[in-house]
């Protein structure tokens, strides 16, 4: 009796992401293609980034159909971040280093940098991109045309990930799974409501005159977690916000090696739950539907005699 109770309860935990799943495959999708010629800021914090931030800036700086200008932040770096930024831009007009201010009380770093390089940003629409990420040459392009059809005011995508360790290629598609799995976006493109809120904080596309209004990185200070609270900000602004399948238009190595795979995740997941308190409930949802089914199989297989 028990073992038929776990079953369906396991059978109905793996359903309802299954569902949603499903309907969310026809829904998220990838950018259309472009038109016009959009104008751009791509900003990028970089602290410490002397392995990545040269191919990150030369990837922007290769981008197509867009009117463009590239902003990079040296956060403080103490490797050699900054000589290759005046390299580069000795090289290149349209890419420009404003200074880095002290970091003010409560601010976290990089969404501190984020607010300087915003305020620092000409263009009507800004990117805000990781150091380790880089952009297709139609990228740009292409994120401005879905912003445009959407008609949000931010959106956000997953970029393509790069996995090299076993538990990297385990755990990081798990990304998608928790977005498509647990996210209506039917729902989440039908209201402004912050319950909705996602993101991915290696690629964002704002409106600068929305971003301004909604009071910028400023209203995410003290949060490490900003692929959830920027859009959620936006949302609580009343503001719009989207998601595309940005897998063609960027590609990023979230963590090199198991040790960061796992801090990184587990950071990502307390501030992405929104509060610690839910991580029993939602470790149980996940266990229930993904994990059970396969315990149950297993002691079915043993149990079941000769």
């Known amino acids: 009796m028990i073992g038929l109770f ?4 396991a059978l109905l935990l793996a359903a309802l992401p299954a569902l949603v799943f499903l309907r969310n495959l026809g829904l998220y999708r990838p950018c259309p293609a472009p038109s016009g010629r959009p104008a751009v800021s791509v900003l990028i914090p970089a602290r410490n980034e002397e392995k990545v931030i040269e191919s990150a800036v030369a990837a922007a700086l290769a981008s197509t159909g867009v009117d463009l200008e590239v902003l990079v932040l040296n956060d403080h770096s103490e490797d050699s971040t900054g000589a290759i930024l005046e390299r580069l831009a000795a090289r290149d ?6 200074p880095a201010p002290p970091l003010p009380a409560g601010w976290c770093g990089k969404q501190h940098a984020c607010a300087v390089l915003a305020a620092s940003a000409t263009k009507p629409l800004i990117v805000f991109i990781d150091a380790d990420v880089r952009l297709a040459p139609d990228a740009l392009a292409r994120l401005a045309r879905f912003l445009e059809t959407s008609e949000a005011d931010l959106i956000s995508g997953i970029p393509r990930q790069e996995t ?21 976006i039917w729902r989440m493109r039908a209201s402004t409501h912050p319950s909705y809120a996602a ?6 596309l704002a409106r600068r005159e929305a971003y301004q209004h909604m009071g910028g990185h400023a209203v995410i200070r003290s949060t ?11 949302r609580e602004a009343g503001l719009r916000t989207d998601l595309c399948d940005a897998t063609n238009l960027a590609t990023c190595r979230m963590y090199r090696g198991p040790s960061e795979v796992w801090h990184g995740l587990a950071k990502n997941a307390v501030e992405g739950l929104g509060s610690p308190r839910l991580i029993v409930p939602a470790s149980l949802l996940l266990f229930g539907g993904q994990v059970l089914p396969f315990m149950l199989l297993l002691a079915g297989a043993w149990l079941t005699p000769g």
């Open 6 to 9: 776990l079953a369906l309860l």
């Open 93 to 98: 007009a349209r890419l420009k280093l404003p």
């Open 199 to 204: 993101g991915c904080g290696q690629l964002f």
């Open 164 to 184: 090299g360790t076993l538990l990297e290629k385990l755990l990081i598609p798990l990304i998608h799974f928790v977005l498509l799995g647990f996210l209506p």
């Open 224 to 234: 490490l977690h900003d692929g959830l609270r920027l859009p959620r900000a936006f």
